[in-house]
């Protein structure tokens, strides 16, 4: 079974500073792994998604994610953050093997101005 | 872009009761899912159902738990019955295929009374 996990639950960073969020993953096999967003009161939203080719990819809103196979690591990055970025990050794994797709508890993002 | 829409958005109901939240996902998908929020963190995975068949399940769909999607109508999760412990954030999400993104809806809060 493949398993996920966000070591920070909360990070707080200032409007314009660079963030890391991370994501540590664990599976034999073959994955796909993705990120998405939630804001306050609503539902998860992608953000991006790796599963093969150029581990560093792009999402939206300037937001990139590199995989290491090595570190069996998926951090999320992002160079300069707006306040707008607060909400909860979730990091995904999911097997080729299978449609089960399993969250990590999830890392509070917060911008200060 | 897309949408997948839950109603209600809140449901209050006493214990032992049956409650059905309905999901109505992006059309044309062909994969739906079932997730269980509580504390505004850890998104458990419940259920995936395709081509009218449950594919997964995880520890957390109870026996009292079903899901169905009759032709043309919406993707349901039923609880029968209800107990304490399942009051929490339940989100749909559709996907148009295995191991794609998913779209989530704003979920539906239920509060077992």
């Known amino acids: 079974t493949q398993t996920v996990s966000q070591s920070d639950a909360h990070v707080t960073v200032f409007e314009g500073d660079s963030v890391e969020l991370r994501c540590n993953y664990s599976?034999?096999?073959?994955?796909?792994l993705s990120w998405y967003i939630q804001h306050h009161g609503h539902g998860l939203q992608f953000l991006l998604k790796?599963?093969?080719?150029?581990?560093v990819v792009q999402g939206v809103n300037g937001f990139e994610a590199e995989f290491s196979k090595s570190d069996s690591s998926f951090h999320l990055r992002k160079a300069s953050v707006h306040w707008s970025d607060s909400a909860v990050y979730f990091c995904?794994?999911?097997?080729?093997?299978?449609?089960?797709?399993?969250f990590g508890d999830g890392t509070q993002l917060v911008v200060k101005p | 872009g897309p949408k997948v829409l839950q109603i209600p958005s809140h449901q209050i109901i006493d214990m032992g009761q049956m409650v059905t939240l309905n999901c109505d996902p992006v059309?044309?998908?062909?994969?739906f899912y079932w997730y269980k929020q509580i504390l505004g963190q850890q998104m458990e995975f419940l259920v995936n159902?395709?081509?009218?068949?449950?594919?997964?399940k995880s520890k957390l769909f109870k026996d009292q738990f079903s899901v169905e999607r009759p032709d043309g109508s919406y993707f349901t999760l039923k609880i029968q019955p209800t107990a304490l412990e399942d009051s929490a954030v339940y989100f749909c999400?559709?996907?148009?295929?295995?191991?794609?993104?998913?779209?989530f809806g704003h979920g539906t809060k239920l509060s077992v009374l």
């Open positions: 999400a559709s996907s148009s295929g295995q191991n794609e993104r998913l779209f």
């Open positions: 599976y034999g096999g073959s994955i796909y």
């Open positions: 790796y599963y093969s080719g150029n581990p």
């Open positions: 995904a794994v999911s097997a080729y093997s299978n449609n089960r797709i399993f």
């Open positions: 059309s044309n998908h062909l994969y």
């Open positions: 159902f395709y081509n009218g068949k449950v594919m997964e």
